[in-house]
């Protein structure tokens, strides 16, 4: 399912994984898959935190790795937690 509205020219985008799965376990999950995201409650500084994770794409050295990242969160998102 694509996002509502496509970034355009950001570095990171958000996920909200669609079962109501913990991000602190799908964060888990993902970091023993090799696909390191970071759970959102750490940005939310003055306001309740709500259940994403952020994937970071800065640091991409070519479409292969983000599509590589991505089968691994995707690998990681099938574990059972």
Do not use: I, K, N
């Amino acid at each position: 399912m694509l996002p509502a509205r496509l970034p355009y020219g950001c570095y990171h985008l958000w996920l909200r994984p669609p079962d109501g799965r913990y991000a602190a376990a799908l964060t888990a999950d993902a970091l023993r898959a090799a696909a390191a995201v970071t759970p959102c409650r750490t940005y939310f500084t003055a306001e309740a935190p709500a259940p994403h994770v952020r994937l970071s794409y800065a640091r991409a050295d070519s479409p292969e790795r983000l599509a590589e990242g991505a089968q691994r969160l995707h690998r990681a998102y099938g574990q059972d937690g």
